[in-house]
Each structure stands twice: as C-alpha cells, then as structure tokens.
C-alpha cells in the first residue's frame, strides 16, 4: 500500500512553549502515528481505520476550539482571523470527506485523506502554531490585551499564559 509510513515524532521544533498546546499536539502525532500503523499492517477492517480518522478529526476540532481561545486572549482579531481561516481550510475537508463518502469510506480515500491531515498538521504546528505562540511569548512587557467596548476599556486577557 504506497503510503508515507515516516513516523512523526514531537521534536523541539514542533514546541510552542504552551504545555498544554504542545500536549494535545503530541496527542495528534500519536493518532496520526497509529493510522500509519494500520495502513502499514495494511489491516483489513476499514471500520477500525475509519474509527482512527474519526478520533483523528474529533480530537482535532476539539484542540482548535481550545488553541484559538487561548489565542484571541493574545493576539488582534485580524491575527486570529487568519488563524482560524488556516483551521477552517481542515474543517471544511474533513467535512467534505465525511458527506462525500457518506459513511462508507474507501481505502484510497482514506489513503488520501490521512496524508493530507498528516502534511497539513506538520506544516501548520511548525509554520503557523510556533511562531505565533513564540510572538506572544515574546510580547514584552507581559500585559493583558484590552479591547475598548462602548467606550469603555475592558481587560480580555489576565496576563496569565498558563
Ligand atoms: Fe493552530
């Protein structure tokens, strides 16, 4: 089955320096390194692939909700707007990949697929994920981001990163 069985492992350069970001992307990587697996050991039960996928995009949805609300403590809407646009673009083909198979998934489908959501999860931690944690991080001193509502300034982060 010609897929790309290159195990990911959760190097330094895949840290954002937020533990708890940083742990549910480990998480993924040991999803998608259990996909691989499957695939690789070509089993032949596409439900126990299928299921894979299924907690592959269910714990990934779960993870964005988590990421972009630390993130809109930190950073301007249009800074979180772009990063969101980049979760939804893997919103949107999970999405599609569920109603175009309609529960029933085929092998090369799936084969598409899971190289897809591996590409784009590595590409976005590292070029994405990373340097945005890293930017707010830096931002000195540590303040709370306030947001002027109705003339009145409200404080919509503590200063607390953790
Ligand atoms: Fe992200």
Redesign the pocket.
Known sequence: MPIDSSRLVFGPEFRTGVDIIDAQHQVLFDIINRIDYLLLVNVADMQVINQAIEDLVNYALYH?SI?ERRVSLWVDRAQLGD?VL??NEFRRRTNDFRSATNGRKLSAEVLELQTYLKHWLVD??LH??VP?FRQIEQQSPVAPRQHVINGKTEVVSTGEKD
Do not use: M, S
């Open positions: 964005f990421e990063h980049e979760h976005h931690i994405k994920d945005l």
